[in-house]
């Protein structure tokens, strides 16, 4: 948990108020608390499915709101720590919570919080009121509330040991798939050569063997044309070597930056795709390759299933996060998990932290939003390439 001051401290009225939120809160928690003995007894009748599907969300809205409030008074930063739901269904999405370490911590805390919380706020509460207390409230106030603030804290969110086990976890997952991902790769370029710039190399050379043996035989006519086939097979595996260029670095992606290399794919789309790219400098170079070949992706399935009349793609940078979305006016359920294609660039993008989410309601529109956390190079020392 970060622990950059964000505000001034709370005074003590406004302390009061938190106490007193909380003890009403707590009312609630120990209601939550029953409902989720009550819907995981019930889960073998599928009942207690419904029941935790509405006590789960109710559950974190509460602890977001203690979260809230002890991180203004604790003068401290307490982001939600709940892993991202995925694309997908109710029981993708179930499956993800009911895997969150966090989802249990909570259910722990409820347990035990409104006790503290009851507690504690009447206490502040009882000291505010009586008048002969009242000068142990204005000093006692602000302790106790830092205490169940501290409190709330160690159960809600993860300390920084758990944050770095957290940290090594995705590391360890991130490099074994992108260890997978790289191998698979080499393998399609292994055979990308093989079956193309190999295959007509190999057609080059019994050309050129041919057509010496017809000068040998004094059959220039014959040598002719198999010169002619060998300049034929030639410019073909140039060509085959160009797309297996392409394929690993674009030249258009080194030569005119992501924006550029963007917008010549846009060029290429059977369907007006308007592009918005707002870089003020270029990213570093593996994370730039990782965008672009994710945002390729993510147009060829616009061609190939959305039905879409119009497509965009804005590109921007802000508070250190590369943003790329695309989106289309096509008929929408698109699902990332359904194919290899998107898989392989959430593979690329974990490897720098990055993330994808895709919003794909029936209908349309389908956005999807490629984000990688990275710093671009000055435009005075590299050239960045404008919107398109």
Same mark, same amino acid.
């Given at each position: 948990?970060?622990?950059?001051?964000?505000?001034?401290?709370?005074?003590?009225?406004?302390?009061?108020?938190?106490?007193?939120?909380?003890?009403?809160?707590?009312?609630?928690?120990?209601?939550?608390?029953?409902?989720?003995?009550?819907?995981?007894?019930?889960?073998?009748?599928?009942?207690? /499915?419904?029941?935790? $599907?509405?006590?789960?969300?109710?559950?974190?809205?509460?602890?977001?709101?203690?979260?809230?409030?002890?991180?203004?008074?604790?003068?401290?930063?307490?982001?939600?720590?709940?892993?991202?739901?995925?694309?997908?269904?109710?029981?993708?999405?179930?499956?993800?919570?009911?895997?969150?370490?966090?989802?249990?911590?909570?259910?722990?805390?409820?347990?035990?919080?409104?006790?503290?919380?009851?507690?504690?706020?009447?206490?502040?509460?009882?000291?505010?009121?009586?008048?002969?207390?009242?000068?142990?409230?204005?000093?006692?106030?602000?302790?106790?509330?830092? +205490?169940?603030?501290?409190?709330?804290?160690?159960?809600?969110?993860?300390?920084?040991?758990?944050?770095?086990?957290?940290?090594?976890?995705?590391?360890?997952?991130?490099?074994?798939?992108?260890?997978?991902?790289?191998?698979?790769?080499?393998?399609?370029?292994?055979?990308?050569?093989? &079956?193309?710039?190999?295959?007509?190399?190999? $057609?080059?050379?019994?050309?050129?063997?041919?057509?010496?043996?017809?000068?040998?035989?004094? &059959?220039?006519?014959?040598?002719?044309?198999?010169?002619?086939?060998?300049?034929?097979?030639?410019?073909?595996?140039?060509?085959?070597? *160009?797309?297996?260029?392409?394929?690993?670095?674009?030249?258009?992606?080194? &030569?005119? =930056?992501?924006?550029?290399?963007?917008?010549?794919? +846009?060029?290429?789309?059977?369907?007006?795709?308007?592009?918005? +790219?707002?870089?003020?400098?270029?990213?570093?170079?593996?994370?730039?390759?990782?965008?672009?070949?994710?945002?390729?992706?993510?147009? $060829?399935?616009?061609?190939?299933?959305?039905?879409?009349?119009?497509?965009?793609?804005?590109?921007?940078?802000?508070?250190?996060?590369? *943003?790329?979305?695309?989106?289309?006016?096509?008929?929408?359920? +698109?699902?990332?998990?359904?194919?290899?294609?998107?898989?392989?660039?959430?593979? *690329?993008?974990?490897?720098? &932290?990055?993330?994808?989410?895709?919003?794909?309601?029936?209908?349309?529109?389908? /956005?999807?939003?490629?984000?990688?956390?990275?710093?671009?190079?000055?435009?005075?020392?590299?050239?960045?390439? =404008?919107?398109?």
């Amino acid at each position: 948990m970060s622990t950059t001051s964000t505000t001034a401290p709370p005074g003590r009225l406004l302390l009061t108020g938190y106490a007193v939120a909380q003890f009403f809160l707590s009312i609630l928690m120990i209601v939550l608390f029953v409902l989720w003995v009550v819907g995981g007894v019930l889960v073998v009748v599928w009942v207690g /499915i419904g029941i935790l $599907a509405a006590v789960v969300p109710a559950t974190r809205w509460v602890a977001n709101l203690h979260r809230s409030m002890a991180a203004r008074t604790l003068g401290t930063e307490l982001p939600p720590p709940y892993r991202p739901l995925p694309p997908g269904g109710f029981f993708v999405k179930a499956r993800t919570v009911l895997a969150d370490p966090m989802t249990w911590r909570d259910l722990g805390w409820l347990l035990v919080a409104p006790v503290v919380g009851i507690t504690v706020s009447l206490i502040v509460i009882v000291l505010l009121l009586a008048i002969v207390t009242g000068f142990i409230w204005w000093f006692a106030t602000p302790p106790l509330m830092q +205490a169940r603030a501290v409190f709330d804290r160690w159960f809600l969110c993860y300390s920084r040991t758990e944050r770095l086990e957290q940290r090594v976890q995705v590391l360890t997952e991130t490099r074994a798939d992108l260890v997978d991902h790289s191998a698979a790769e080499l393998r399609r370029l292994e055979r990308d050569l093989h &079956d193309g710039a190999q295959a007509r190399l190999v $057609a080059l050379s019994m050309s050129l063997g041919m057509a010496d043996a017809a000068f040998d035989s004094e &059959d220039p006519e014959q040598a002719r044309r198999l010169i002619k086939d060998a300049r034929s097979t030639t410019a073909g595996a140039i060509g085959d070597l *160009r797309s297996v260029v392409r394929g690993i670095h674009p030249p258009v992606l080194a &030569d005119r =930056g992501l924006a550029g290399a963007v917008a010549a794919l +846009a060029i290429d789309m059977a369907i007006p795709v308007t592009v918005d +790219a707002r870089l003020p400098g270029r990213p570093p170079a593996p994370v730039e390759s990782a965008v672009y070949f994710g945002v390729a992706e993510c147009l $060829a399935n616009v061609g190939k299933h959305s039905g879409a009349r119009n497509g965009w793609i804005t590109l921007a940078h802000e508070d250190d996060v590369l *943003r790329a979305v695309v989106g289309d006016d096509g008929r929408g359920g +698109a699902d990332p998990g359904a194919g290899t294609g998107m898989l392989g660039v959430m593979r *690329r993008l974990a490897a720098f &932290d990055g993330t994808l989410s895709v919003s794909s309601p029936a209908g349309g529109p389908t /956005i999807v939003t490629l984000e990688v956390p990275c710093v671009l190079s000055s435009p005075k020392t590299t050239p960045s390439s =404008g919107p398109a």
